[in-house]
């Protein structure tokens, strides 16, 4: 089927090139000429402005954006509306709050335009491995689209089948997923990505306290100077502990032991924040998944104010100094 697709940084221009190997249409869209140049060449349909671009598509019409949350989002939606008619989609694949999707699907709902949410899994790698969708918004909608979904997904690949689920008809197998209403989508993306946090920041923690073994504070029948590359590869063998998280930080210590090409510093996108919000509104606690997000913001610091003032009361009711290295 044809599809447009507004923003073609690396996950929007990996997503066009996987639809196009697929065999289906694909207009493309971009601030930057030089990536519509790219994908024009490899197959797709460029174009030079909105206007441009919505009198490439075939009504009713489908326009995909893969371009950050916020207000860049907001903008386009509000865009493509105004030159929609009743029975167009947009499908918002990038990482909208889901909030932000309930309010937008509603509005557009008033004419007659769908609104579809997606949240998108799969990174640089995506166009070969595939990108595991999780998508909200009307059943019809979805059905529709359902010839990119399919396309864009992994598909069963050479995993197992989940035990006990030979009976169970849904297509959670081929990796994608219709989780429910508008939001519904991006609500599943964001617990993901929470999650996600959480699995990085115990691998971090895990791996510090092996390269750390050898410290020369520990009485020396007790120091291990282990590989830690080694030891990577060794649980993707066979480990509980292994998953396609761990095959990268393999991946990265064998290249570079030490991760000196690292700073240290993590960003966090948003979705990690909106878990945690997600889980106070439902009194859920989740104790890992915050420590995680702060763990993130304490990165960015070299030392927190927090920190200071731990040092400050230890001096004052204990007299202990700081560690020289401190500061």
């Not at 050479?158 to 989508?185: F, N, Q, S, V």
């Not at 599943?188 to 510090?208: C, P």
């Not at 200071?308 to 004052?316: D, F, G, N, T």
Request: aromatic share 8%.
């Amino acid at each position: 089927m044809q599809l447009g697709m507004i923003g073609l940084g690396r996950m929007g221009a990996n997503l066009v090139r996987r639809l196009l190997r697929g065999g289906h249409q694909c207009v493309v869209f971009d601030v930057n000429p030089d990536r519509v140049r790219a994908l024009t060449q490899e197959g797709a349909t460029g174009t030079s402005s909105l206007d441009e671009f919505m009198r490439a598509l075939t009504k009713p019409r489908a326009a995909w954006m893969m371009v950050p949350a916020g207000e860049l989002t907001e903008q386009i939606v509000m865009a493509l509306s105004q030159r929609m008619d009743a029975d167009d989609i947009i499908i918002d694949g990038g990482n909208s709050y889901y909030k932000d999707d309930v309010r937008r699907a509603r509005a557009l709902k008033e004419r007659e335009i769908q609104y579809v949410d997606v949240g998108t899994s799969g990174g640089v790698w995506g166009l070969e491995r595939g990108y595991c969708l999780m998508i909200g918004g009307e059943a019809q909608a979805v059905t529709r689209l359902e010839p990119i979904f399919k396309t864009l997904a992994p598909g069963q690949g050479d995993i197992p089948r989940t035990h006990g689920r030979e009976k169970l008809a849904a297509t959670a197998e081929e990796g994608y997923l219709h989780c429910g209403p508008a939001g519904a989508g991006h609500f599943v993306k964001m617990v993901h990505n929470g999650i996600e946090y959480g699995l990085m920041q115990a691998y971090a923690e895990g791996f510090d306290i092996l390269r750390n073994a050898v410290s020369k504070d520990l009485p020396e029948e007790y120091r291990y100077d282990f590989n830690v590359a080694d030891v990577a590869e060794v649980w993707r063998r066979g480990s509980v502990v292994s998953s396609w998280l761990l095959d990268l930080t393999a991946m990265a210590l064998a290249e570079d032991p030490a991760l000196s090409n690292y700073s240290g510093f993590v960003q966090d996108s948003g979705e990690g924040r909106w878990t945690i919000m997600a889980a106070i509104e439902e009194a859920v606690p989740a104790d890992v998944l915050s420590a995680s997000l702060y763990a993130r913001f304490r990165s960015r610091q070299a030392h927190t104010f927090a920190e200071k003032m731990l040092s400050a009361m230890r001096q004052k009711f204990g007299g202990h100094t700081e560690h020289p290295s401190g500061g």
